[in-house]
């Protein structure tokens, strides 16, 4: 693998002077221009979905409102406009939010993990971009001290869709089996994580064994939970070291191999890139860091710059938005700022006007604000 190094670009151009939040503006961030909008969103700090569903070809955005109880149902109209359809309540504090097909009915639903309770709320969705809540719901799942983060996808590989969230008092993730009609079967299974993952988990497949693994941000290191493959659902657990104490981690295909790579985030000032063998492992001796601003709070992946290789950009509760270029040569990173948004929080990367390139979606984490930037070629 090419070695990966580090070259950092802070933008200096015109995201500072935005004196209101009325209309479109546009600012350059490396080689593209960007028409930028504001996002009326909840109070509280903001966590997003992507996903499509009212089953159009455009993306669309869900994002869950930490201090309304509620989440806000945006339309995408494939051309960088979000428009909002429908709010809906999610039950106390809402603090993280997953998508997928929970019924079977081939419309997108919604899974929300309630901070300060010992439920999720589940939602099933129509596909025109209202939902109501699974019978279910809300669904106590006796975690303590409460769930953070929640995600819905297929680990035990029946081709049904799981409910898994954090559970920190026993250091693991607890794992309902998906019955595919909005429920989810109790007890559940706890895997071993190795330590508190306070805040969210990134799962995908490390090893290439098409089976789905788990990656955990816990307090002093970074607990790698590789799928078995078997029917009983065990995990093997490693862990990775750190000087920091990583918040957020992401795994993305940062460097054209192929191969899934760990993208970890500290409450401090050092993002880190880890490439992957695909064997389960990551290579720390290959390890790109970069300094950025205390307080990173959210990691989002996509393709910024549509070469095929994925992105990441990080939200920052100093003001800092990072964008984290992936390449087969060498990592670039261009930080941005937001005189609207003091404090980021909730992120998302979604392609809203489906020119190939992902566009940032960024909410303050203390104020009812987002904003949208969309990509405009400007290469020509």
């Not at 809402?94 to 899974?111: E, R, T, Y």
């Not at 909005?182 to 299974?189: L, R």
């Not at 497949?205 to 078995?228: C, K, M, R, S």
Request: proline share 4%.
């Amino acid at each position: 693998m090419t070695p990966i190094k580090s070259i950092s670009y802070v933008l200096l151009a015109s995201l500072g002077l935005f004196n209101s939040m009325n209309s479109a503006k546009a600012v350059d961030i490396g080689s593209t221009a960007y028409s930028t909008f504001p996002l009326e969103v909840g109070s509280g700090q903001a966590s997003m979905a992507v996903c499509d569903f009212n089953s159009d070809g455009y993306q669309d955005v869900i994002i869950a409102n930490y201090t309304d109880n509620n989440i806000i149902a945006y339309q995408g109209n494939g051309k960088g406009k979000l428009i909002e359809v429908g709010r809906f309540p999610v039950g106390d504090s809402p603090s993280g939010i997953s998508v997928s097909d929970i019924n079977n009915d081939g419309n997108s639903d919604v899974a929300i993990a309630n901070h300060e309770t010992s439920y999720v709320t589940l939602l099933l969705g129509d596909g025109k971009g209202a939902f109501k809540k699974a019978q279910q719901s809300p669904f106590n799942i006796d975690i303590k001290p409460h769930p953070h983060e929640v995600r819905l996808s297929d680990i035990d590989g029946d081709n049904k869709v799981d409910l898994i969230v954090d559970s920190r008092t026993h250091e693991g993730l607890l794992v309902l089996k998906g019955l595919s009609n909005g429920s989810f079967q109790k007890p559940g299974k706890v895997i071993n994580v190795g330590g508190d993952p306070y805040r969210g988990f990134a799962i995908n497949d490390i090893n290439g064994d098409e089976a789905l693994d788990f990656v955990t941000p816990n307090q002093n290191h970074i607990g790698v939970v590789i799928n078995n493959n078997s029917n009983d659902m065990t995990f093997s657990l490693k862990k990775l070291s750190q000087t920091g104490s990583p918040f957020a981690v992401e795994l993305a295909e940062m460097n054209g191999d192929g191969n899934m790579d760990l993208v970890i985030a500290t409450n401090g000032s050092l993002i880190t890139v880890i490439p992957g063998d695909g064997n389960g492992n990551f290579l720390e001796e290959e390890k790109t860091e970069i300094q950025s601003s205390s307080g990173a709070k959210q990691i989002a992946i996509g393709d910024i710059n549509a070469d095929g290789i994925k992105d990441a950009l990080v939200s920052n509760w100093s003001g800092q938005i990072l964008a984290i270029f992936g390449s087969k040569t060498s990592i670039e990173t261009i930080s941005f700022e937001h005189s609207s948004i003091p404090n980021p929080w909730g992120i998302a990367l979604a392609d809203l006007n489906n020119d190939g390139k992902s566009d940032f979606i960024i909410a303050d984490g203390d104020s009812k604000s987002a904003v949208v930037y969309v990509s405009q070629d400007i290469s020509d």
